[in-house]
């Protein structure tokens, strides 16, 4: 039910904006995440929109914007002054209802999950 893309091969410093689609008319939710995992390392989480409200990991605040469009049922990353340390494989993440403030950078508050797009980022 999500399906994520925009990732690709970009140079440190360059910028991608990943889209994550939510199909069925009647699934809106209202939180939805990124998180990423890269190689010989565990998932971590990127960024959430929570029924409006945003939160970030420390690393990409003020670098990644995460938005949502209702009327397209999408949720995006817009990723600035990528980094190598950025290439991971991006998932998107969604659950049906708000999730608790001190939750919602937890993965385990999120039960559907995308199918992960890859971010490579050279220095």
């Known amino acids: 039910q999500l399906q994520a893309s925009g990732g690709g091969l970009v140079q440190a410093g360059g910028s991608l904006r990943l889209s994550c689609v939510v199909s069925?008319?009647?699934?809106?939710?209202?939180?939805m995440a990124w998180f990423r995992q890269a190689p010989g390392k565990e998932r971590e989480f990127v960024a959430t929109?929570?029924?409006?409200?945003?939160y970030y990991a420390d690393f990409v605040t003020g670098r990644f914007t995460i938005s949502r469009d209702g009327a397209k049922n999408t949720v995006y990353l817009q990723m600035n002054s990528l980094k190598p340390e950025d290439t991971a494989v991006y998932y998107c993440?969604?659950?049906?209802?708000?999730?608790?403030?001190?939750?919602?950078?937890?993965?385990?508050?999120?039960?559907?999950w995308g199918q992960g797009t890859q971010v490579t980022v050279s220095s």
């Open positions: 993440a969604a659950n049906r209802n708000r999730i608790a403030s001190g939750s919602a950078r937890s993965a385990r508050m999120f039960g559907y």
């Open positions: 929109w929570n029924a409006g409200t945003t």
């Open positions: 069925g008319r009647t699934f809106s939710p209202n939180a």
